[in-house]
Structures are given as structure tokens and as C-alpha cells.
């Protein structure tokens, strides 16, 4: 028979052991993930981000890459987004490692129910007195929006060679009668208005970042286009498009070459609606809406009479960490699902988290990290979802110097041109082996993304963005050689 000293020394090994290996495992520099086996049964799987690593960062991503796109596993937006550019250190350029990556908001059909920024562009507007959800700055803040207001007077588009203004009725949507609307990149590779809508192309140096009065984020004006609708939009543009008198108005104050700013404002409030919120959505890097119920503040966690056992996703955070949680559930005698007070427990005291906030749960619960879907989502695999939130390692911007502004070039092959640098971004046209253009200038002509380096060009009038390795410089002939 094992004797007493024996067996317990037995269990304390496997306990030792047990401990070891649920510890914090390091995916990258500032990035951990560990897995939990709680009593309930439940499975969690938790990533963590350490807020004081300067090149490590949190934005959102949406289905397809935009929203108009349709739905996407969370698998494939983090591999969409991975090498790709952003506007992290206020200029373009720096490249995305994609580390984790979470299902972000609810859904009705193919877009996310509340507001997102994404890379610091406001691409859709929060609903009135609706959540705002989880947002990060780009000072690196960090905080929790619960309810937003667009105040008309506070967000404004503004014509310094005129003097005049016009309010902004929507982003990313199509105006109504006697609108004007604001077109981000992430809306789609066009604004799909018609022929009887007056659109305005704005090349910006960045993105549309909320910038209350009296800031403001400029543009200039790259095309006028009267009546003519469906713009293109390429990756570092937005389009104001216009209808009634919206668009006598716009008309009657812009010309090519003009100098456009645009103010917005998110007035925040506490969950009354009604008591004002100290968070400031100012240059807000990245937020998107939460789907039910903030269940932790400030170390307090909420009471609630919704005490129903679902899979979840969360996220929360300290004043040390970022945390993505996800808890399996509905699998008997595996995995049940946490209640909110359960969840708001285990982010408290198993995380040390102050404040956390729950996203969309069920079977679209889904955690990926460094390639892999961590968890068992309940469907039996993962959900087509429309947005999602990414831990990214930021990597130094790279450029090439194959080609310099105004060489002639030619292309290799059949090749896309796009509206941005990298495949993240839509295609304007095929290009034809042998075909004829010039490169452009750009800040970042000659970026590393996607794996290869991009270049700005004009084919015949077609303006957009192509892969380094699909063009050569014009070969002339100078027959004073013969």
C-alpha cells in the first residue's frame, strides 16, 4: 500500500505540475496567453497585451476588409490583416504582425450592430445614446464608452477658402435628400452612390480621426465630380458625397487643390445617458461597440438579473494590462459558460482586471492567436462574423528604392492595380503584360506590405498601387548606339 506521505507527495507534484504549465506563455515580446480549466466546467483562454510595450498596440478589423464585404471567420480577418499598414506613430507606413485576434460586435446582416474606428478612421458611426464600447487611443489610452451622441453643430466639414460649413449627416452611409456623408476607405473599393449624386474626392496625409473643435484633421481636394456618383476611394482619401442642396452647397466651396477640415466629436456619456463621461474619444486609434453589458468598473463587479450561462468574449483591462478573454460553453461536463457575474468575477480575481466589458458570445466566441483558433467554438467551428479586435506587433516601416517619382515603367505580367499598398485594399483594374505608366510620388512609394513592396503609379490614367515585382523599368532604345 503507498503510504500517506507518499500519496500526498504524489499530489503535490501534480499540482506543482499543474501550475507550471497553466502559466502565462510568452507569444511574443508583450504579448502572453494562458489557458484556465475552472470549476463550472469551464474552459478559458486569455490573452494579455502589456500596455508598456511602445510596439505592441490593439485595433479593430472588419469582415473582408470592409463593410461591405460580408462576414469572415476570425482566422481569416486576423490573416487579412497580418502585414498589412496602419497609421501607428502618425504617418503611414508601419506593418502589422498580427498576434491575436478576437470576435468583436453583434450582427444583424453583413455589418456590426454599434460604431467602429478602425486605424484611427471613424468608418461607422455609433447609433445615438448607443454603447461606444472598448477604445484605444493613439497616446496609448485606454477606456470604456457606454453612451454617444453626435451633435450636429460639433461635427462639421469646413471650407477655409470660403469661410463656409456644412454638417456631416452620416459616414459610410448613402445621403438622403438634402445630405451631405462622408465615404472612408473601409466602406468599399467605391461609394456605390448614383449618377445624380455630387462627390468630392479628399486625398488626406491622415486618417479621420475624431478631432473635436476647435481641432480638426485636413485634406485637399483631389477630384470634383459633379453628378457622376460611385468614387472610387483609395486607401488614403474619403469622398463627401451629396445631395439637394447639401450639394449646391458643397459645389459652391470646393475646387481642386482646396484645403478641407473636418471636425467630429463623440460626446460621451455614463450609462443614464445623461451624466457626462470623462473618456475622450480624441484621436481614438481604435473602438468598437460592446453587445450587451460592461460587467466590471473600476474594480466593482455589476449586478445584473441577466443570469443566463453562455460562451463568452470580453474584453478587459488594468492598469498593466490588456486582456481578450474567451470562455467556452455549452458542452456538458467540458465547458458550460459563465454567467456575467461569473465573468466579471473571473476577470477580477483570476486577472486583476478594473474594468471589462462583454462582446458578442455564443458560437461566435472565438480566440486566435500566432495562427491557430485556441478555443472550441460552439457552433463545431468557427462563425462567420463581421468585425473582430487584433493584438499587433508593430514592425519599423520599409521601403524600397527600385524606383524613383516620374520613371517610366512598364508591367511584367498581369498584375492588379489596387486602391492602396498591399491586397488588403480592392482591385481598380488588370493591368497587361507590357503596358505602359509612370510611378507618382508618395510619402511611402516603394512600402513593404503584404510581402512585397508597392509603388504609386498612373496606367493610362488609371491611378493605384502595384507590387514591385510585377513592373520593370521602360527598357529605350537609343539607336545612336548602331
Partial sequence: MISKRIFF???????????????????????????????????????RMDRSNTDCIIDSCIAQGTLTGGKERVSGMANRYDETIGYWGQSWGQRYEVVAAINGDGFST????????????YAKRFGEFYGGGFVWTLNRGVFMGECVRHISNKNIIAY?????????????????????????PQYGNSTGTGAGVSEVLVEMPRPLLIMPLSNYVTGH?????????????????????????????????????????????????????????SGDYSKAYCTIGFMAFMFLKDGVVQPTTNHDIHPRTAVAY??????????????????IGMTYTELGNFCKNDLGATWGVNQDGGGSSTMWVDGDVKNNPSDGS??????????????????????????????????QLRLGPGTLYGSITTLSPGQS???????????????????????????????????????VDDWSLY
Fill in 9 to 47: 507527495l504524489a499530489v503535490a507534484l501534480v499540482l506543482f505540475i499543474g501550475t507550471v504549465t497553466a502559466q502565462w506563455t510568452q507569444i511574443r515580446e508583450g504579448i502572453d496567453y494562458r489557458e484556465y480549466t475552472l470549476t463550472g466546467p469551464n474552459n478559458v483562454f486569455v490573452t
Fill in 110 to 121: 453583413i455589418q456590426p450592430t454599434g460604431g467602429q474606428i478602425i486605424s484611427g478612421w
Fill in 160 to 184: 477655409p477658402a470660403t469661410g463656409q460649413k456644412q454638417n456631416i449627416n452620416g459616414i459610410n452611409v448613402s445621403p438622403g435628400a438634402d445630405e451631405i456623408v462622408i465615404f472612408t
Fill in 221 to 277: 481636394v483631389s477630384q470634383v465630380r459633379a453628378s457622376q456618383g460611385n468614387t472610387s476611394i483609395p486607401f488614403d482619401h474619403l469622398v463627401l458625397s451629396a445631395t439637394g442642396s447639401a450639394e449646391s452647397k458643397l459645389l459652391s466651396n470646393v475646387s481642386v487643390g482646396d484645403e478641407i477640415r473636418i471636425s467630429q466629436e463623440i460626446t460621451h456619456y455614463k450609462q443614464d445617458c445623461s451624466t457626462p463621461n
Fill in 318 to 335: 488594468n492598469d498593466d494590462y490588456i486582456f481578450f478573454v474567451v470562455v467556452d460553453g455549452r458542452d456538458a461536463g467540458v465547458s
Fill in 382 to 415: 468557427e462563425r462567420y462574423v463581421t468585425n473582430g479586435l487584433m493584438m499587433i506587433r508593430v514592425q519599423p516601416t520599409s521601403l524600397s528604392t527600385t524606383f524613383d517619382p516620374t520613371d517610366s515603367i512598364t508591367a511584367s505580367s498581369s498584375t
Fill in 437 to 475: 505608366g509612370s510611378v507618382l510620388d508618395h510619402s511611402i512609394n516603394g512600402v513593404l506590405a503584404k510581402g512585397q513592396y508597392w509603388w504609386k503609379t498612373d496606367f493610362g490614367g488609371n491611378v493605384g498601387w502595384v507590387s514591385e515585382s510585377s513592373i520593370n523599368h521602360t527598357v
